[in-house]
């Protein structure tokens, strides 16, 4: 877990539907499933496509856990569900690190003590594990 130095947390950025971070290097649209790695398509999945989709709208805002759960799978989120939505996130800040460098991609998908989960762009701001 990352934990943000100076709060309040700061977010990526977006133009229309493409949200933005490490200065562009990383990308993706939250209308229709494309991640860009250094304005290259690359493959990256459905699941983890739409677990940044649902952390990024809105843009600059935690969600919770049954909020992203509902985002990602259309139901209601019970307590059983946590096995679910830890294992998708964890393949998502994977398949992250796959594209963009071991232990890059895992810092951003931030966990806030209260199992919210953000967005978050290093390569702007300080932060401290």
């Known amino acids: ?48 496509w739409t677990i940044l989709r649902g952390l990024a709208m809105p843009v600059g805002a935690y969600v919770s856990r049954p909020e992203l759960f509902e985002r990602v799978w259309g139901e209601h989120y019970t307590d059983k569900d946590y096995k679910r939505i830890k294992i998708a996130l964890s393949k998502t800040r994977d398949r992250l690190d796959e594209n963009l460098g071991l232990g890059i991609g895992r810092n951003l998908i931030i966990t806030s003590s209260k199992s919210s989960y953000a967005l978050y762009d290093p390569a702007q701001y300080s932060i401290s594990k």
């Open 1 to 48: 877990m990352v934990d943000v130095v100076n709060s309040p947390v700061h977010f990526p950025s977006t133009t229309g539907d493409m949200v933005s971070l490490l200065g562009g290097r990383f990308q993706f649209s939250t209308a229709e499933e494309l991640v860009l790695v250094n304005g290259q398509e690359v493959p990256f999945g459905t699941r983890p």
